[in-house]
């Protein structure tokens, strides 16, 4: 996840930097939009841990695949447009955001003389490294792993010239766009649009509704291939979107100037413009358009995701609580994303409340109202804990770790 850090770009007199002279401008709209991105995807993953079977039910369509309320009904209406707003949208925003922190650091470290990818390889290990203590320990859909390999890609890429990287990110969009029809097309020629589930799903259901957790970590290190097939499917779109954040960021469209505000309602408008019409699509097509919804229209509402916060805090005098609170949430990210799972773990499985199980029939209410409670405790905590200390607590600890 990228830290506060990573929001600050070192600038040296009449903008071209020096190591000498250079001084650090904060890019707070990096913050809020991290902000956002960690809660959003929050949004998707809740599902996960409240669906059928939970982390191996997602493979079957159990859990995150479609709503499974009848959308003619309030409550199926209000389930569907919840998860299909956030389905891959803020994942994609995220993966965006990385990229750009990626950028900042390699124009840091260049400002500065420093080797590049130097020591950043080691802020990559740690980043894989935490990824695997999270998928083991918490959660199997981390993306920590999948975004730790990527980064150690784009930060060679970096070094390349311009044209290399601009051939690569096209590469791989067209790459991604090309595998993601042929799989959706074979999906819906060899089931009909329907998805049916893994043999063990009623042994998956038990395990997280009834089991230990002993148990519940031997499953995924048992099925640890399996549950890592998500990173291996969108690794093209990865590398792109990770190259795109580097070119929004040379582009400067995080800036506060007339410059990024023009770029920001360009985001705004093309990407809600063409992302809300493919996504209402892919969402009425049925659960055989999910990987479409996902990994294809996502990435693109996404971006207007990204400009439209950006046109709203153009708009804002003057920073109020909700703006605080988002910022808190974006300069601890990393342990805002591993806290959330933690708290969503013990609050739906069996190990803890056992929600999931206990509340199985009682509609998407519980869901949506337990993604605000962790959200309200996450601003919370993150906004307390910056009050003492300067950063997050995973952050504190990769810092001392990475320290010379």
């Known amino acids: 996840m990228v830290e506060a850090a990573e929001t600050r770009v070192v600038t040296g007199e009449g903008g071209a930097g020096n190591a000498g002279s250079g001084t650090r401008v904060r890019l707070p709209l990096l913050d809020v939009l991290r902000g956002v991105a960690i809660l959003g995807t929050l949004m998707s993953n809740v599902w996960i841990f ?11 369509g159990n859990a995150a695949t479609s709503p499974g309320a009848d959308s003619s009904t309030l409550a199926g209406a209000v ?16 993966t965006i955001l990385f990229g750009v922190g990626l950028a900042i650091q390699f124009r840091s470290a260049a400002q500065r003389g420093q080797p590049w990818p130097g020591r950043y390889k080691w802020r990559a290990l740690f980043l894989f490294t935490e990824g695997i203590v999270h998928f083991v320990l918490v959660f199997a859909w981390d993306v920590l792993m999948g975004y730790a390999v990527v980064a150690l890609l784009v930060a060679w890429l970096l070094t390349r010239s311009a044209r290399a990287q601009r051939v690569t990110w096209i590469a791989m969009g067209a790459l991604h766009l090309a595998a993601m029809t042929l799989l959706t097309t074979a999906v819906l020629f060899a089931s009909g649009g329907a998805t049916g589930g893994p043999d063990t799903d009623t042994d998956a259901v038990t395990l997280y509704a009834e089991g230990g957790y002993a148990e519940q970590v031997a499953f995924r290190l048992s099925h640890a291939v399996v549950l890592r097939v998500e990173p291996v499917l969108s690794f093209a779109l ?10 929004l960021f040379r582009a ?8 990024g505000r023009r770029i920001r309602r360009r985001l705004a408008g093309w990407g809600l413009g063409v992302g809300l019409p493919l996504t209402t699509l892919a969402v009425l097509g049925g659960p055989g358009f999910f990987l479409l919804e996902r990994y294809v229209t996502a990435p693109v509402l996404a971006v207007g995701y990204l400009g439209l916060i950006g046109m709203v ?25 591993v806290l959330q799972n933690v708290l969503a773990m013990l609050a739906c499985y069996g190990i803890g409340l056992g929600l999931a199980s206990r509340w199985a029939d009682s509609g998407p209410w519980w869901v949506m109202g337990l993604w605000a409670v962790i959200c309200l405790v996450l601003v919370t905590g993150a906004s307390l804990w910056l009050r003492r200390f300067e950063h997050g607590p995973l952050e504190s600890v990769q810092k001392r770790l990475l320290r010379r």
């Open 50 to 60: 409240a669906g059928p079977g939970a982390e191996w039910g997602v493979l079957g």
């Open 79 to 94: 389930e569907t447009v919840f998860r299909s707003l956030a389905n891959g949208k803020f994942l994609s925003m995220l």
């Open 238 to 247: 990865l590398v792109f979107l990770f190259l795109l954040g580097v070119r």
């Open 252 to 259: 400067g469209a995080f800036q506060d100037d007339a410059a």
């Open 313 to 337: 805090m153009d708009r804002l005098r003057h920073p109020g609580p909700l703006t605080s609170a988002l910022t808190s949430v974006g300069r601890t990210a990393l342990s805002c994303y």
